[in-house]
């Protein structure tokens, strides 16, 4: 029991790292008191599983946060994850998934909830990864002639940082400010001798956010097999706490081989 508590407390701490939130709320107080702004040029949704990031979004441009909105996301790996999780929730029945981009569902989504003006939100749908979401987000921020010296990034919990620094390394050109915004903050906890989430309603599996989590820490390294510059060159270079490699050693030498299989 006393490991398993141990491990819990390391997922943890990679997963609030992971987990990047520059703000404390996503409101436009929050912007102000940080950022002494009172309004970002841009929020960029990025696609994924977790149907709450288009609340999020929506709440944001009602709040006046920002007044553009672009969501962005074709087919992925997440698809599958956010038909299923929208297929299972009755509030959401009327949504079209067959053969819809990410982009496509979370805007629909949103447009159920909101009273927005069409004409601020912006649709990119064939990007299929991370890095694409960058490149493809910077295509259509060009084509459209849209403001983006301070832009908001609302991403997955597991991708938030990853996220950040694939837009730092394929915006590298513009002069614009990121602001993180993971759509969650995820713990587990230890129920009598049971592993839950403190958040309801998640859009992971126990096993799969598990997997996500870990799968994150080699990617962002910036050694040869990682996606930093020394690597891959996928993203910009990421600072990883000597604490969160430690904690992620702790792991692996504590869980099967099969959890980081995504």
């Known amino acids: 029991m006393d490991e398993l508590i141990t491990v819990i407390d390391e997922i943890n701490m990679i997963a609030d790292f992971l987990a990047r939130r520059d703000l404390d709320k996503l409101s436009k107080d929050a912007l102000i ?33 920002t007044d553009k909105l672009l969501i962005c996301g074709g087919k992925g790996h997440s698809t599958s994850f956010l038909v299923s999780n929208v297929q299972q929730d009755v509030t959401h029945s009327n949504v079209q998934t067959d ?21 601020k939100v912006f649709l990119e749908t064939v990007s299929t990864n991370c890095g694409s979401n960058a490149h493809e987000a910077l295509r259509v921020v060009k084509d459209q002639d849209l403001k983006h010296s301070m832009v908001i990034l609302v991403q997955d919990a597991t991708m938030q940082l990853r996220t950040d620094a694939s837009f730092r390394k ?23 001798d049971q592993v839950r989430f403190n958040i309801q309603n998640p859009p992971w599996t126990l096993e799969r956010f598990i997997s996500l989590v870990l799968g994150e820490i080699p990617r962002l390294r910036d050694d040869p097999t990682g996606y930093g510059p020394k690597g891959k060159g996928f993203i910009a270079h990421v600072d ?10 702790i792991i692996i030498k504590a869980l099967p081989k099969e959890v980081f299989l995504r």
Do not use: C, H
């Open 240 to 249: 990883i706490p000597a604490e969160i490699e430690e904690a992620y050693d």
């Open 33 to 65: 008191n940080k950022f002494q702004v009172p309004k970002a040029d841009l929020l960029i949704l990025l696609g994924n599983s977790d149907v709450q990031s288009a609340f999020l979004a929506g709440q944001a441009l009602i709040g006046q946060l």
């Open 99 to 119: 053969a819809r981009s990410e982009a496509d569902i979370l805007y629909q989504i949103m447009m159920n909830n909101f009273s927005i003006d069409p004409e």
């Open 170 to 192: 394929e915006w590298a050109s513009e002069n614009t400010s990121f602001v993180n915004f993971a759509s969650r903050k995820p713990r587990l906890v230890l129920e009598g």
